[in-house]
C-alpha cells in the first residue's frame, strides 16, 4: 500500500479529534480545518509538492498534513506545540513511511532554514494570535523560503495585499510586498472550521522576490514604517521627526513632499527611506 492509500485509510479527523481529545484551545488560536476538499484545494496551491521540504506550522489534527501528502508532498516538516496533538501526528506519521516529520516547537522560535533542504515551502492554517507576528519573522529570513501559502484571517490578507489611498495599506503592506509577491487566492467561510470563527479566513500565497531585489536588512524598513504609521494622520515632516534630525531635508532630498501622509506614500518611497536611514543606497529595480 503506498502512503496516499495508507493516509486515506486514517480515521476520519473527527474521530481522531475524539479520540485524542483535542477541543480546540483559545490559547493556541486553534480553528481545525476538517474539509478535505479545502485542505487539498490549499495542498495544490503550494505546488509543487514533490521538491526539498514543506513546511507546515500548527498542523492540529493533521487535516491540511493529510491533504498534503495525497497532493504529493515527499517531505512534510510539521511543526507543532500543542502537545495534545502529538499523538494524532504519530499515527499519520507512521502512515507517512518516512515522508513526515513532527517537531514538537514554539514556531516563533524555530528558524525555517534549518527544517529541511531546499526548496523550502511553508504551508499553513496559521494560529491566528501569531500569525503577523510568524510571517514578519520569515519575510526576514526569506532567503531561506521559495515560497510561502497561508491561511490568515480575511483582515490580514486585506492588508497584506492593500495599496497606497486606502484604510488598509500600512507596515504590514509595505513589508510583505516588498519581499514578495502577495497574491490572495481564495476565502474561506467560518462554517469550515471546527469551532467556526467569528471571522471569514483567506488563503494568500507570498513568494519572495530575487535577492537583488529587496533589502538585505529589514530593520530600517520596519523602523520608518513603524514611524510614519505609529502616527498615521501626522504628515511625514512630523511623524518622521523621530527617525531624522532633518526629515523636511531627507523628503525633499528624494522628491517626496514633507506634507503627504504615509499612505499617500508608495513601496518604493518606504524603501527609498529605509535607504536614507541606514545610509546605503536603495535604487532597487522597482516591484513589478
Sequence with gaps: MDVAARVAALAPLRETIAKHGLDARRRFGQHFLLDLNLTRRIARAAAPLDQGTII?????????????????????????????????????????????????????????????????????????????????????????????????????????????????????????????????????????FVPPPKVTSSVARLTPRPPDQRLADLAPLEKITAAAFGQRRKMLRGSLAGAFADPVAVLEGLGLSPTARAEELSVADFVRLAGALSGLPSDLPAAP
Design 56 to 192: 507546515e506550522i500548527g498542523p492540529g489534527p493533521g487535516g491540511l498534513t493529510r491533504a498534503l501528502l495525497l497532493e504529493g508532498a515527499g517531505r512534510v516538516v510539521a511543526v507543532e506545540v500543542d502537545p495534545r496533538a502529538l499523538a494524532a501526528l504519530a499515527e499519520l506519521e507512521t502512515a507517512a513511511d518516512g515522508r513526515l516529520k513532527v517537531i514538537e516547537a514554539d514556531a516563533l522560535t524555530v528558524d525555517p532554514a534549518v527544517l529541511g533542504t531546499a526548496p523550502r515551502r511553508i504551508v499553513a492554517n496559521l494560529p491566528y494570535n501569531i500569525s503577523t507576528p510568524l510571517l514578519v519573522r520569515w519575510l526576514q529570513g526569506a532567503d531561506a523560503i521559495a515560497d510561502m501559502v497561508l491561511m490568515f484571517q480575511k483582515e490580514v490578507v486585506d492588508r497584506l495585499v492593500a495599496v497606497p489611498r486606502t484604510k488598509d495599506y500600512g507596515r504590514l503592506s509595505i513589508l510583505a510586498q516588498h519581499v514578495c509577491e502577495v497574491r490572495r487566492l481564495f476565502d474561506v467561510p467560518p462554517s469550515a
